[in-house]
């Protein structure tokens, strides 16, 4: 009986310390600074804060503990109390050039636009070195290559709460989950990783914004060899190096790449910096075929088939149960010439299976999508994203209310279809109304109206001129079917612009401007919502303007 | 410590007042002050405006109430006045909702709140009005939906009342949190009832926090229906079950002979016409008799529709309601048993000599009650 009795206490102690375990972190520097943002050198904003780095525990690739540091800026007014704190960003780190580039040294300057903005957001900033970077350089980078950085941000996060309740510092009611480019991808596994384990640790994310991400490394190496170019090559080889090095593929580089390339290799995954990269003869500019071997750069071939094989072992749709419940933006510029928009294009529709439903519109559904911005160059989206992403969290206080969208919110999105977006083509001069034969398209229409791809053929046939119309915004008919597909838009949405096109022979005044939202026949009640988010975005890109980047504001798509 | 000294007066009784009573009037009026909109939203587009205020301000003269409470006195509150003040008294302005830039973080709406409450009073110049601070409710719900409510500081302000022929009374102006239809259809407003029946506890407490002898009257907006809201049960019968005090809904008392609208929680009451509820309005008039003192009696209870319309319309969206009180004074009902020593700390509740609740007695004669003992005390 004692013995059982002795037992049983045990068991109790053992559940006692397991609950009551707590996440342990330690601070390395506590300061009240003032953090700049900054771009070619110029400081384009700057704002008063209370920055910690700090360490935790989290797991390396082979799932032992690992010693990762990060970072967590507070806007001063919300350290000091002064106003109340709208929520916790956690923001997951783009490409480094260099390990003195990661977060916690404080060279990452363009990242505090985030909060060091002219929305001076009342969020607090959240992240990650990542694993092989700051406190953990000793370890390997894990540059596109799985759960691994997920697991690290993920952590950053659990330890970054608990140093602001040991603070008494007010996290807010918001938790985002956020990133471009690398980082993009990095959130999507964030997400992934969030559903099927932190779920469990209480981590509930408010709506997760990944902009210009590889999310499908397959994808994106195939796209690559295909195109034999990048627009920074050096990308590419750092993505073919950490696979090698990840996931142990037991590849010779000298069969893998050409020389210096090969030489280099080692040297890189010791020094992280493009800048080796560099002495090794990779140039951003460079064609793939002069670095890459040709056995790698043929996809027929076994060794690239068996590479693609060990790139899909890790992808992110691998092993994820996506929860329906969480919001998502996903963006990314129709020709990044960065990351191919295929990777995307492969998990838009993954998603779509899983409970969620694309809509270009923002807050209408739980997987916003924005694949039209227009420029082909990955920075540009990322100021498009950066800007989307800012004023949307800025202006979610305002949008929802104790976890319930607001009401005139709600009512404006939930009418926005596909003919407001036929009413932008029409601000853009693309007047479908004044192209199409309507005697013959009846006719046409009836012999197709049983499936949705004659539907959309018979568009392109029967409207003269839309294909070269379509080629002065730079879309092509295939671009224009994708971006119906990206953007959620149903067969019953095709027949409605069908049904627009019939009966609207006369051509109406087309809208000021060129804003889908702007040409909406709203009542002005409603209007108001998307007021202020065109307000803040307006605001946002007017700065970046000031600043010297390249903002072409009509050329967002949404 | 103040220390209470006793006599040994036993079986002294108190306030052998002769019955008294006299009649007064007393209104209720959400006069719809909104401005017509809040930055860019349009929250009150058909709104009385400057104009329609001004037909509300002449309208009240013309009725001649003793008592006018008034709710969402906001920006027009001027061109009301200016009918009002040579024939009334008015109490102390909060404040317009104006968008000044200076007063508003654009770029944190959701951390911006008016601070006025839209409640304002008057009464006619022989009467003695004193108000105490206004009170906020400690729970709302809705900053840019859900009605609004948290856009400002809605809440509630008691006011202590003499009237002409020396009988007191108490009212409480307020103006509650309120459902939008919307919502109500969805089955939405769940949280905006939650809101509302914890700001009626609060008035609850307060109310029985300083009791006595004096009735009391609640007027106001309350977004209160009895058939949605269960303020029956929780308020008028939470009070009555005190054994302190009674409430009674004028309008129910002598509209619907005192039957209430039954409660039922899951029912999708509208904020529809006054018709289309039987009468019954958001708008409310209840009255408290305490166990023993002065007692209120309705005498008359009226929508006031009849003149509230220009060119058809109603001058607002609220019409005026009103009731007309006797009020009677039976003396105190105290009676001092017997006088002892007591520390004063220990003291319960204490009165003046007319009956009225005092907080911090000073030099004098002061009645004390605990429980059913009433005890007479000369504090120095």
């Not at chain 1, 964030?190 to 209480?202: C, F, I, N, S, T």
């Not at chain 2, 949605?228 to 809904?249: L, M, N």
């Not at chain 2, 007695?361 to 120095?380: A, C, D, F, L, W």
């Amino acid at each position: 009986m004692k013995k059982i009795t002795i037992i049983l206490l045990a068991l109790i102690a053992s559940v006692l310390t397991s609950t009551a375990q707590e996440v342990t972190y330690k601070i390395i520097a506590e300061a009240d600074t003032t953090i700049k943002t900054k771009a070619g050198g110029a400081t384009l904003y700057s704002r008063d804060v209370r920055r910690y780095v700090y360490e935790y525990t989290s797991k390396d690739a082979d799932g032992k503990p690992a010693t990762i540091s990060g970072v967590i800026i507070i806007p001063a007014e919300i350290a000091n109390g002064s106003t109340p704190c709208d929520g916790i960003l956690l923001f997951n780190r783009a490409t480094l050039g260099s390990p003195d580039d990661a977060p916690s040294t404080g060279n990452a300057q363009l990242l505090n636009g985030l909060i060091s903005n002219p929305l001076k957001p009342n969020y607090i900033l959240v992240m990650s070195d990542f694993i092989g970077y700051g406190s953990s350089k000793d370890y390997p980078s894990f540059y596109h290559s799985g759960d691994v950085n997920a697991r690290n941000s993920l952590d950053g996060l659990l330890a970054a709460k608990q140093l602001l309740t040991d603070k008494a510092i007010s996290q807010g009611k918001y938790l985002f989950n956020l990133g471009f480019s690398q980082g993009g991808s990095e959130t999507l596994y964030v997400a992934k990783l969030r559903d099927m384990e932190y779920k469990e640790k209480g981590i509930t994310f408010t709506k997760t914004f990944a902009g210009g991400g590889p999310t499908d490394y397959a994808i994106a190496y195939k796209e690559y060899v295909k195109r034999e170019w990048c627009e920074d090559c050096k990308d590419v080889v750092m993505m073919l190096i950490s696979a090698v090095e990840n996931l142990h593929l037991n590849i010779d580089y000298k069969d893998l790449f050409k020389e210096p390339l090969a030489s280099g290799a080692k040297e890189y995954v010791k020094t992280k910096s493009k800048s080796t990269l560099s002495d090794y003869g990779v140039s951003m500019e460079d064609s793939l075929s002069h670095l890459i071997q040709p056995a790698y750069m043929n996809l027929e071939s076994d060794e690239a088939k068996t590479f693609i094989a060990a790139l899909e072992k890790i992808n992110l749709m691998n092993g994820w149960e996506p929860d329906s419940t969480q919001k998502y933006f996903i963006e990314h510029s129709r020709h990044d010439n960065y990351v191919p928009i295929q990777c995307v294009r492969a998990i838009i529709p993954w998603m779509t299976g899983k409970g969620f439903t694309p809509s270009l519109v923002p807050g209408k559904t739980n997987l916003q999508t924005n694949t039209l911005v227009f420029k082909l160059n990955h920075t540009f989206s990322a100021i498009v994203w950066l800007i989307q992403t800012v004023a949307a969290i800025e202006v979610w206080p305002v949008l929802y209310y104790e976890g319930e969208q607001n009401r005139y919110y709600h009512n404006v999105v939930k009418d926005l279809n596909v003919l407001k977006v036929i009413k932008t083509l029409e601000s853009w001069g693309i007047d479908l109304r004044k192209m199409i034969n309507i005697h013959f398209a009846r006719q046409h229409f009836e012999s197709t109206r049983a499936n949705r791809a004659g539907i959309l053929a018979t568009l392109m046939d029967l409207v003269p001129g839309i294909k070269d119309a379509l080629s002065k915004v730079d879309l092509t008919p295939e671009d224009a079917e994708q971006m119906l597909e990206d953007a959620g838009i149903t067969l019953e949405d095709v027949l409605a612009v069908v049904a627009y096109l019939l009966t609207s022979p006369e051509a109406s005044a087309a809208p000021a401007s060129g804003s889908i939202v702007a040409s909406l026949p709203l009542s002005e009640n409603v209007e108001a919502p998307l007021y202020l988010m065109r307000y803040y975005e307006s605001k946002l890109a007017n700065w970046l303007l000031m600043g010297g980047f390249d903002v072409e504001y009509d050329k967002w798509g949404m | 410590m103040k220390k209470l000294i006793t006599c040994s007066l036993l079986g002294y009784a108190l306030f052998a007042m002769a019955q008294t009573s006299e009649q007064f009037s007393i209104a209720t009026l959400n006069v719809d002050g909104l401005p017509k909109k809040i930055l860019v939203f349009n929250v009150n587009a058909n709104g009385p405006g400057d104009a329609g205020s001004s037909r509300i301000g002449k309208y009240l003269i013309n009725k001649n109430y003793d008592l006018v409470f008034m709710q969402e006195d906001f920006n027009y509150h001027e061109v009301m006045k200016v009918w009002l003040e040579d024939n009334y008294k008015l109490d102390e302005w909060t404040g317009d909702v104006e968008v000044v830039d200076h007063k508003i973080d654009f770029l944190h709406l959701q951390n911006h709140r008016f601070d006025c409450d839209g409640l304002m009073a008057c009464w006619k110049n022989d009467l003695t009005v004193t108000a105490v601070p206004r009170t906020a409710w400690k729970q709302n719900f809705g900053k840019f939906s859900h009605a609004m409510d948290e856009l400002v500081t809605k809440g509630f302000r008691r006011y202590e009342v003499t009237l002409r022929g020396g009988q007191r009374v108490v009212v409480y102006n307020l103006h509650m949190d309120a459902s939008d239809n919307a919502d109500v259809d969805d089955g939405n407003d769940m949280k905006d009832k939650e809101a509302r029946m914890a700001q009626w506890m609060q008035l609850k407490d307060d109310i029985l926090s300083q009791l006595d002898t004096r009735p009391v009257i609640i007027v106001g907006d309350v977004n209160t229906l009895y058939k949605r809201d269960d303020v029956k049960k929780q308020f008028i019968d939470g009070i009555a079950e005190t054994g302190r005090a009674t409430v009674s809904d004028v309008f129910i008392e002598l509209k619907k002979e005192g039957k209430y609208p039954e409660y039922d929680k899951d029912a999708k009451v509208r904020n529809n016409s006054i018709e289309e509820l039987a009468g019954e309005t958001v708008d409310k008039i209840l009255y408290i008799n305490p166990a023993t003192g002065t007692q209120l009696k309705p005498i008359s209870f009226n929508v006031d529709k009849d003149g509230y319309t220009y060119e058809g319309k109603p001058l607002g969206d609220h019409y005026p309601i009103s009731a007309t009180f006797e009020i009677t004074s039976r003396g105190s009902g105290i009676e001092a048993t017997h006088i002892d020593e007591i520390d004063s700390s220990s003291i319960r509740t204490i009165y003046d000599l007319s009956g009225s609740k005092v907080s911090h007695p000073h030099g004098g004669v002061y009645i004390e009650q605990s429980g059913k003992k009433t005890k007479k005390r000369i504090v120095k």
